[in-house]
């Protein structure tokens, strides 16, 4: 069974909503960086959005002001709000949680199974 269970992708027209989910199953003895990824069919996966293990949030520039990342307060479960979606998002998204810290932590990497997000026209 994978860690990381990623949820709430769909199909919506442009300008649409979704939120995505990420839920990590397993207790935690590191603290992990968190992000999201997507992949486009035929091309490379790309970063999309990332929270450090202390808060600090980044975006690519596509989808600055139309997505937010966020967290539990538990960081049991990691969160993308996509707004103002458009066809250009249409992508597989994954979860990914990397470790931080001790040289220990900072060899795990972990990967979901991704969530399939569609905006059409």
């Known amino acids: 069974q994978e860690r990381l269970v990623e949820s709430g992708g769909g199909s919506v027209q442009t300008g649409g909503s979704l939120r995505l989910l990420c839920v990590d199953s397993?207790?935690?003895?590191?603290?992990?960086?968190m992000s999201w990824y997507r992949q486009a069919p035929g091309k490379e996966r790309e970063f999309v959005s990332g929270?450090?293990?202390?808060?600090?949030?980044s975006y690519a520039e596509s989808v600055k002001g139309r997505f937010v990342i966020s967290q539990d307060n538990d960081l049991s479960t990691l969160y993308l709000q996509m707004d103002s979606l458009i066809p250009e998002d249409t992508a597989t998204y994954y979860c990914?949680?990397?470790?931080?810290?001790?040289?220990?932590?900072?060899?795990?990497?972990?990967w979901g199974q991704g969530t399939q997000v569609t905006v059409s026209s």
């Open positions: 990914n949680m990397k470790g931080t810290g001790s040289l220990r932590c900072r060899a795990l990497t972990y």
């Open positions: 397993e207790f935690r003895y590191c603290k992990y960086d």
């Open positions: 929270i450090t293990s202390d808060g600090r949030t």
